[in-house]
Antibody, heavy 118, light 107 residues
Framework: QVQLQQWGAGLLKPSETLSLTCAVY????????WSWIRQTPGKGLEWIGE???????RFNPSLKSRVNTSVDTSQNHFSLKLTSVTAADTAVYYC????????????WGQGTLVTVSS | DIQMTQSPSSLSASVGDRVTITCRAS??????LNWYQQKPGKAPKFLIY???SLQSGVPSRFSGSGSGTDFTLTISSLQPEDFATYYC?????????FGGGTKVEIK
């Protein structure tokens, strides 16, 4: 049974960097791509980007300039950093399994509410 | 980007009703269309892939159809646990995009 568990800071000030990590339990980490998706009341679900165990990535052009990702294959973790956040980045952020051409998100983390406020 | 438009944005139905939700893509996406169910405070749940293939463990009352630009999700007999918001998502090409959602409420 595959489980994704995510964590990270939930309250940020404008211009700070959002940092989230997702741990994968069960299943194969290296056989899949892993994605980040966020959800806001206004814009709905928005795909942020994807990565795999070897560091191959693809990002949504709307966020590409501010997104960084990393992977720790020793612990089956993958991480997201979003720089220079504003109130518009306030959202529930999810990690999910899927990407790299197989863009079906079949397993999701529990979600992390990130609020950006001064 | 490929825009995904769902209709209606919300609907009211009774247990046992047949419910149909529509999703339209702004360009042809063959059958690269997924459906998800989301309940309040929870992550989306993967229901259907490739427009009409049921994900393992999903009840057979759920079905999907369509190709090209027009797709539908049908719940043949609505059950109490089906009251939720449903989203379509194109898996044709990045950036991957989702529809705005259809909230299915109790009549």
């Amino acid at each position: 049974q595959v489980q994704l568990q995510q964590w990270g800071a939930g309250l940020l000030k404008p211009s700070e960097t959002l940092s989230l990590t997702c741990a994968v339990y069960g299943g194969s980490f290296s056989d899949y791509y892993w994605s980040w998706i966020r959800q806001t009341p206004g814009k709905g679900l928005e795909w942020i980007g994807e990565m795999n165990h070897s560091g191959s990535t693809r990002f949504n052009p709307s966020l590409k300039s501010r997104v960084n990702t990393s992977v720790d294959t020793s612990q089956n973790h993958f991480s997201l950093k979003l720089t220079s956040v504003t109130a518009a980045d306030t959202a529930v952020y999810y990690c999910a399994r899927g990407g790299g051409g197989d863009w079906n998100f079949d397993y999701w983390g529990q979600g992390t509410l990130v609020t950006v406020s001064s | 980007d490929i825009q995904m438009t769902q209709s209606p944005s919300s609907l009211s139905a009774s247990v046992g009703d047949r419910v149909t939700i529509t999703c339209r893509a702004s360009q042809k996406i063959d059958s690269y269309l997924n459906w998800y169910q989301q309940k309040p405070g929870k992550a989306p749940k993967f229901l259907i892939y490739a427009a009409s293939s049921l994900q393992s463990g999903v009840p057979s009352r759920f079905s999907g159809s369509g190709s090209g630009t027009d797709f539908t999700l049908t719940i043949s007999s609505l059950q109490p646990e089906d009251f939720a918001t449903y989203y379509c998502q194109q898996s044709y090409f990045p950036p991957l995009t989702f529809g705005g959602g259809t909230k299915v409420e109790i009549k």
